[in-house]
């Protein structure tokens, strides 16, 4: 066998009829390939911001700054990445219940899409089934709520969309007759730069349903969180 027929037998193969089929890459090997190429383009990337900032990038400290931070920006927008559907699964029972549930604490990780630097905080999430509950679990990391917050968090944002969009996913996987989301959150734009207000935070909240509609009940929500 010549060097030719060697590459054809091992991405092809003949058929009964004599033509030859390309063998398709996988999709998992697709995957791997466009992983490999992104982080060496973020890499490179921040190389070259390193280098227009005036740093040696070639010394000790440095050496290695350029992977870790490709690493590090895919790991704070792995939200891009992430689907609603599969996070929810299973995760939705039928239960007869039609009172205020609240889930709050939930710790929030963000980088403002404007300077790309951090904001963090606290989200706060109400909601009145209708017929329809989330699974909730002792383990922050299966709370469902948890993970709907990581998904939207982890991407470039803006804090007014992110508590919509929180509030939005809840209307659309649980159809529950009211929704509130609150964030409260510090943004390190503010503490670092501009303003250089490191105690000032940031309040936002997204409602609908009887959330939005029903004063009393919006009243007996924003009572209810205030309370520790």
Do not use: W
Not at 59 to 66: N, S
Not at 103 to 124: N, Q, R, W, Y
Not at 143 to 160: A, D, G, H, T
Not at 188 to 213: H, N
């Amino acid at each position: 066998m010549n060097t030719a027929d060697t590459v054809m037998a091992a991405g092809s193969k003949t058929t009964s009829n004599g033509s030859v089929e390309f063998a398709r890459p996988s999709k998992n090997a697709l995957n791997q390939t466009h992983g490999a190429n992104q982080s060496n383009r973020l890499e490179d990337a921040f190389r070259s911001i390193l280098e227009e900032v005036g740093e040696d990038v070639n010394r000790q400290g440095i050496l290695k700054t350029p992977k870790r931070a490709a690493e590090a920006i895919k790991y704070f927008t792995k939200g891009y990445n992430e689907n609603l559907q599969e996070i929810v699964n299973e995760a939705i029972f039928d239960e007869d219940h039609d009172d205020i549930v609240i889930v709050k604490d939930i710790d929030m990780f963000s980088m403002c899409e404007h300077h790309l630097v951090p904001f963090t905080g606290k989200v706060a999430i109400g909601y009145i089934p209708n017929k329809r509950v989330l699974g909730i679990s002792k383990l922050a990391r299966l709370c469902l709520f948890c993970r709907i917050v990581e998904m939207y968090s982890r991407r470039l944002q803006v804090q007014e969309r992110l508590t919509k969009q929180i509030a939005t996913a809840l209307v659309e996987v649980i159809e529950p007759s009211g929704v509130a989301v609150v964030i409260e959150a510090s943004h390190m734009c503010m503490v670092m730069r501009g303003v250089q207000k490191p105690r000032a935070t940031t309040m936002t909240s997204s409602m609908f349903g009887v959330f939005r509609d029903d004063p009393k009940t919006r009243e007996e929500f924003l009572t209810l969180l205030s309370k520790t």
